[in-house]
């Protein structure tokens, strides 16, 4: 997918690029100067610089709402900037926790980009939240279709496949991610589970104690020492 910062980029690139990299460092002051820029003429680029700095100040709702008009701007830019403001949209409202408001800025930028795997995987996330399963799992096996070799894409699946009761499919879907990446974290925390489920305890405790140990300080690694320490039967 086309990165949005490099999609808008115009005459003023330099301010651009200045303002975008002062979000990530001083949020509040980046929004200062996007709203001047924008006083003065700084149309779609200071408006984006702005959503950024608002998502960094965790004002999700704002930099959503901010980002789907820009996205909805035909002065915005072509459709490959488009797709990337509905993305970024998106993502803000998953911070944001509205999963319903994400699924539409994705929904929107896959209207555009029907085949963009990313996309698909990014609206599958919102409607795991949602714990609609079907729909996420919908759109996972759409995206294995256009990129089959990754392996983040399996463990999904088999998360949304596991949330429908399908357990076998799932438990495929967690082996296949760990042919393709053998030190995957987070197919090992799921294939743990299933594997627990299935009465292998053994199996399962190894499954998560490798995930610590490969992917130590990460989420993955986390849900693996909880699961570790829910398993350990009581005296």
Same mark, same amino acid.
């Given at each position: 997918m086309m990165c949005a910062s490099a999609a808008l980029a115009a005459p003023s690139a330099s301010q651009y690029d200045a303002c975008l990299n002062r979000a990530q460092t001083d949020p509040s002051g980046a929004l200062l100067l996007a709203s001047a820029w924008s006083?003065?003429?700084? *149309? @779609? $680029? +200071?408006?984006?610089? @702005? !959503?950024? *700095? /608002?998502?960094?100040?965790?004002? =999700?709702?704002? +930099?959503?709402?901010?980002?789907? !008009?820009?996205?909805?701007?035909? &002065?915005?830019?072509? @459709?490959?900037?488009?797709? #990337?403001?509905?993305?970024? *949209?998106?993502? +803000?409202?998953?911070? %944001?926790?509205?999963?319903?408001? &994400?699924?539409n800025s994705f929904t929107a930028a896959l209207a555009i980009d029907p085949l963009d795997a990313d996309l698909l995987a990014d609206r599958a996330r919102a409607n795991a939240l949602k714990r609609n399963w079907a729909k996420a799992e919908s759109d996972l096996t #759409? +995206?294995?279709?256009?990129? $089959?070799?990754?392996?983040?894409?399996?463990? /999904?699946?088999?998360s949304a496949r596991h949330g429908m009761g399908r357990r076998a499919e799932a438990r495929v879907d =967690?082996?296949? @991610?760990?042919? /393709?990446?053998?030190?995957?974290?987070? #197919?090992?925390?799921?294939? %743990?589970? !299933?594997? /627990?489920?299935?009465?292998?305890? &053994?199996? *399962?405790? #190894?499954d998560w104690q490798r995930a610590m140990t490969i992917a130590p300080g990460t989420a993955a690694a986390e849900s693996a020492r909880q699961h570790l320490e829910d398993s350990i039967p009581a005296k």
């Amino acid at each position: 997918m086309m990165c949005a910062s490099a999609a808008l980029a115009a005459p003023s690139a330099s301010q651009y690029d200045a303002c975008l990299n002062r979000a990530q460092t001083d949020p509040s002051g980046a929004l200062l100067l996007a709203s001047a820029w924008s006083k003065s003429g700084g *149309a @779609a $680029p +200071a408006e984006h610089c @702005a !959503a950024v *700095a /608002l998502v960094g100040l965790r004002r =999700f709702t704002e +930099a959503g709402t901010k980002l789907d !008009a820009l996205g909805q701007s035909p &002065a915005t830019g072509d @459709a490959g900037m488009r797709t #990337a403001i509905y993305d970024q *949209a998106g993502n +803000a409202w998953l911070l %944001g926790g509205q999963p319903d408001r &994400a699924i539409n800025s994705f929904t929107a930028a896959l209207a555009i980009d029907p085949l963009d795997a990313d996309l698909l995987a990014d609206r599958a996330r919102a409607n795991a939240l949602k714990r609609n399963w079907a729909k996420a799992e919908s759109d996972l096996t #759409a +995206a294995l279709l256009v990129n $089959p070799d990754r392996a983040d894409l399996y463990v /999904l699946r088999g998360s949304a496949r596991h949330g429908m009761g399908r357990r076998a499919e799932a438990r495929v879907d =967690f082996e296949h @991610a760990l042919k /393709l990446q053998p030190n995957n974290a987070d #197919a090992l925390v799921e294939r %743990g589970t !299933a594997k /627990l489920e299935d009465g292998d305890v &053994a199996g *399962a405790r #190894a499954d998560w104690q490798r995930a610590m140990t490969i992917a130590p300080g990460t989420a993955a690694a986390e849900s693996a020492r909880q699961h570790l320490e829910d398993s350990i039967p009581a005296k």
